[in-house]
């Protein structure tokens, strides 16, 4: 299956700093990624829907200006977690699905996920 | 009432076990069903991936959709221990756009013992 890469895999950070959390599709173009958040044995939560070349669209309750996601190309998209506080501490995932037309339309591939710790 | 249940488990079982996970749903516009496995901190991996209602078999796995119920099931036969894992359902809507964004269930936790 398609690849999605995710980086850093793991970071840990001192409150009030911000920290950046790539995305890359590495075999094909994601018109759309998605972003997750996963708390401990909870199940992801949509944060928000990014589409390349327009701005995101996020999840009620998700602050858009503490996550700022950048989808810049049709490979890569970015999430940016603001003044990060200890409250931010999670697992981010990414999700990515392929231009219309691929097989399994509505497969989204993941990446390996982000865990950050916010001290 | 949530979207999607999902029994958390954690769900026990020998080695060579018949396992059954299910998801109930509430929103009737749910029309694709997936199942995901995710290992210890890392991403979901998509295992089967379903429309119709009806079973879909792919190797040891079995995934099985009752839209009139709305109940999903996936089966894993002659389970291993490589099996261990938590799996999530998810399902999405019809429409293209942003209903592609999935709604997960909580997760089962599984462990096959060897």
């Known amino acids: 299956g398609a690849v999605v890469s995710q980086h850093p895999s793991r970071v840990i950070c001192k409150s009030g700093t911000s920290v950046k959390i790539e995305c890359r599709s590495l075999d094909f173009q994601a018109t759309t990624m998605f972003w997750y958040r996963q708390f401990p044995k909870q199940s992801l939560m949509l944060m928000a829907t990014?589409?390349?070349?327009?701005?995101?669209?996020?999840e009620q309750g998700v602050e858009k200006d503490k996550f700022l996601i950048n989808h810049a190309s049709l490979t890569l998209s970015t999430l940016t977690v603001t003044s990060a506080h200890p409250e931010d501490s999670s697992f981010y995932i990414c999700s990515a699905r392929g231009s219309p037309g691929q097989a399994n339309t509505g497969e989204l591939f993941f990446g390996e996920g982000s865990r950050l710790t916010v001290l | 009432q949530k979207e999607v249940e999902q029994d958390p488990g954690p769900l026990s079982v020998p080695e060579g076990a018949i396992v059954s996970l299910n998801c109930t749903y509430s929103n009737s516009a749910f029309q694709y069903f997936m199942w995901y496995r995710q290992y210890s901190r890392k991403g979901p991996e998509l295992l089967m991936y379903t429309y119709s209602s009806g079973n879909k078999e792919d190797g040891r796995f079995t995934a099985q959709v009752d839209k009139s119920s709305k109940y999903i099931s996936l089966f894993i036969r002659d389970s291993q221990p490589s099996d261990s894992a938590t799996y999530l359902c998810a399902m999405r809507g019809l429409s293209g756009g942003s209903n592609y964004k999935l709604t997960f269930g909580k997760g089962t936790l599984l462990t096959v013992n060897p």
């Open positions: 990014s589409n390349e070349g327009s701005k995101a669209t996020y």
